[in-house]
């Protein structure tokens, strides 16, 4: 009999392994690179020394600047960690580079990506903050898609609310 509940108990943690190894093989990211990449890095680690270490990466359906962090950051730090980092996303030269050239040429029937920041406290699983924003189509001749309206979720508000919240201006 506990023969049998041995080999229950094996087999039960061959398949959360099993789980494991899916659910982390599903998110698997490719790394993006360029002059433009590398020139934003360098100056954000300047500006923000809080920074261990930044990703710009991307997966379906998601483009994401994935910062870790050596120590929260206060609110003040965030506004502008992200207001740079968005500004960055939304450029001409990130559609053109980033988004155009590699996400889109990767994944061509995928149409356009969520955008997203994240922040994590080093050694933390969970991010700190998260922000991310949906695109939408574009009234204009061209049909590019807008990235307007962001969110942000954190650990003690994991449904997420507009960011920045009204009256907090989002510098450019």
């Not at 155009?100 to 903050?129: C, F, H, M, N």
Request: some cysteine; charged content about 25%.
């Amino acid at each position: 009999m506990s023969g049998i509940k041995h080999c229950s108990g094996i087999l039960h943690v061959v398949n959360i392994l099993a789980l494991i190894l899916f659910l982390t093989a599903c998110t698997s990211y490719t790394n993006v690179s360029s002059e433009g990449v590398k020139s934003f890095r360098q100056d954000i680690e300047q500006d923000f020394p809080v920074i261990q270490k930044t990703e710009i990466r991307y997966s379906t359906p998601r483009v994401e600047v994935a910062y870790t962090v050596k120590a929260e950051p206060d609110e003040e730090e965030i506004h502008r960690l992200f207001t740079q980092t968005t500004a960055f996303m939304i450029s001409p030269s990130f559609q053109s580079e980033i988004i155009d050239e590699q996400y889109r040429r990767k994944y061509p029937s995928w149409g356009d990506p969520e955008l997203a920041v994240t922040v994590t406290l080093r050694g933390e699983d969970i991010s700190a903050y998260q922000f991310t924003c949906k695109p939408e189509k574009s009234e204009s001749d061209s049909g590019n898609a807008t990235y307007a309206q962001w969110y942000v979720q954190t650990p003690d508000d994991t449904v997420g609310k507009p960011y920045p919240e009204s009256g907090m201006e989002n510098e450019k």
